[in-house]
């Protein structure tokens, strides 16, 4: 059950009397991953227990990613899950639309909803993967990469999901770091790489294993919001206080290498990306199918995402919650703040 977790052997005795005093329940997220974590048993009750909580901040430090399951499937509840890890932090940007039902009361609950049209072929987003065509569809990346900060994490819930598809994977940049191929991972070693706030399927330069088919509808507000950000530096390699090295390049939204922005740089790159795509049908990623009382928390720092997208015919509705706390090595170009930059994206 809790075979893998780096806690050390004191902290497990612990936390073991602790899930049976409060009914919590912990295992592996799948018993061939290094990483995640399933927990069962949490109510609002059990999140005022301080011990509960701290006990859920360090299977968290450990693990990287945890679904909790059987969750009351409420913005409320997904706030108050949030605020166990550290406190809300607003979306960087205001195109994004918030959550109607927390409202003010907490920042950064974003509301992501996709509702096909009549005629699939107008639909927003849309992609062609195998011949098929599917909706919501998003690389792998990481949050606010196109920031200088990122957040700690996010916690998402999907109360609408496809009846098929739709399963949002999360890969370990601990494990990608020991999996990646060892050369490959020495050229990207102390490098960093440039990331912008264009979102664009049609303009990705690395790692494209899709046609994209249409943009989203908020595409033109989204440019004119990031012709304000200056571009966005982080590395490709990081690493933890706990002392693993992390992967942690995002093929979406990247531009550049870092001092390499020629040829070379975008082939190096390219070829990563197709690696990372490679590596997220194995034991590097785990992709979780969606039931509305689910929630799941990923550390952003280590945690690469994505969605594999659904027939563009369903809807697919998910809210996320952002969770403040740098990692402190990202940097805009030049020193450069937001509103500092304006410029056009072609």
């Known amino acids: 059950m809790l075979s893998k977790l780096r806690i050390a052997p004191t902290r497990i005795g612990a936390a073991r009397e602790e899930q049976d005093m409060a009914g919590i329940g912990i295992e592996n997220l799948r018993e061939d991953l290094n990483f995640g974590a399933r927990v069962t048993g949490v109510t609002f009750e059990t999140l005022q227990d301080e011990s509960v909580r701290q006990q859920l901040r360090d299977l968290f430090v450990a693990r990287g990613v945890i679904v909790f399951a059987d969750m009351?499937?409420?913005s409320k509840m997904q706030v108050a899950l949030s605020r166990v890890f550290g406190p809300l932090k607003d979306h960087p940007t205001?195109?994004?639309?918030?959550?109607?039902?927390?409202?003010?009361?907490?920042e950064g609950v974003i509301d992501m909803h996709y509702k096909p049209s009549d005629e699939v072929a107008r639909?927003?987003?849309?992609?062609?993967?195998?011949?098929?065509?599917?909706?919501?569809?998003?690389?792998?990346?990481?949050?606010?990469?196109?920031n200088d900060e990122l957040n700690y994490a996010g916690v998402?819930?999907?109360?609408v999901n496809a009846p098929e598809g739709g399963r949002t994977g999360f890969m370990d940049g601990v494990e990608l770091y020991r999996q990646f191929p060892e050369s490959l991972r020495r050229r990207l070693e102390g490098h960093n790489v440039v990331y912008t706030l264009d979102t664009r399927l049609s303009t990705m330069k690395y790692g494209v294993d899709f046609t994209p088919l249409t943009e989203h509808s908020s595409t033109p507000q989204l440019l004119a919001e990031a012709a304000r950000f200056p571009r966005a530096m982080h590395p490709a390699v990081w690493k933890r206080r706990t002392g693993e090295k992390v992967l942690h390049f995002g093929p979406w939204m990247a531009v550049a290498l870092e001092h390499h922005e020629d040829a070379d740089g975008d082939a190096l790159l390219d070829e990563a990306a197709q690696a990372i795509n490679r590596l997220g049908t194995g034991t590097s990623a785990y992709w979780h199918d969606w039931k509305p009382t689910d929630m799941v928390i990923w550390d952003n720092h280590r945690m690469l995402h994505a969605v594999e997208g659904c027939d563009a015919r369903y809807e697919r509705r998910t809210l996320r919650t952002t969770i403040k706390g740098d990692y402190g090595l990202g940097y805009f170009?030049?020193?450069k703040k937001i509103g500092e930059v304006l410029r056009e994206i072609a």
Do not use: M, N
């Open 72 to 74: 009351e499937p409420t």
């Open 94 to 106: 205001k195109t994004t639309k918030r959550d109607e039902e927390t409202g003010d009361d907490a």
């Open 123 to 146: 639909g927003e987003g849309l992609v062609e993967i195998g011949g098929q065509i599917l909706a919501r569809f998003s690389p792998w990346h990481f949050d606010h990469c196109y």
């Open 156 to 159: 998402l819930r999907a109360p």
């Open 333 to 335: 170009e030049d020193g």
